[in-house]
């Protein structure tokens, strides 16, 4: 499995830009995907963007345009470059790694980091 340590959130008026950091340590060769969800206070995880092996990307439809995720050339880190950002961006945003291990699929999670739009 993999280990996941993000970086980058803070705090940035609305229409600035931040961009986090997301490093994979451990089997990065099991990994198939990896993304970025983000979480509010009382609400469910969601999905912002993600970013198969093969480089495929996808994007929730309140962030197309505006975020990019991207990866480093050793695919052990995934970056979200946040641009245009709003106040209702403001969640903790988590990095995620979904893989295999043997016959078995697995599934990790970074510590959260947070990220605040001010109006």
């Known amino acids: 499995q993999v280990q996941l340590v993000e970086s980058g959130g803070g705090l940035v008026q609305a229409g600035g830009s931040l961009r986090l950091s997301c490093r994979a340590s451990?089997?990065?060769?099991?990994?198939?995907?990896m993304g970025w969800y983000r979480q509010a206070p009382g609400n469910l995880r969601e999905l912002v963007a993600g970013i198969t092996r093969g480089g495929s990307t996808n994007y929730a439809d309140s962030v197309k345009g505006r975020f990019t995720i991207s990866r480093s050339n050793a695919k052990d880190t995934v970056y979200l470059q946040m641009n245009s950002l709003k106040p209702e961006d403001t969640r903790v945003y988590y990095c995620?790694?979904?893989?295999?291990?043997?016959?078995?699929?697995?599934?990790?999670w970074g510590q959260g980091t947070q990220v605040t739009v001010s109006s």
């Open positions: 451990g089997s990065i060769f099991s990994i198939n995907a």
């Open positions: 995620n790694a979904q893989g295999a291990w043997g016959l078995k699929d697995y599934e990790s």
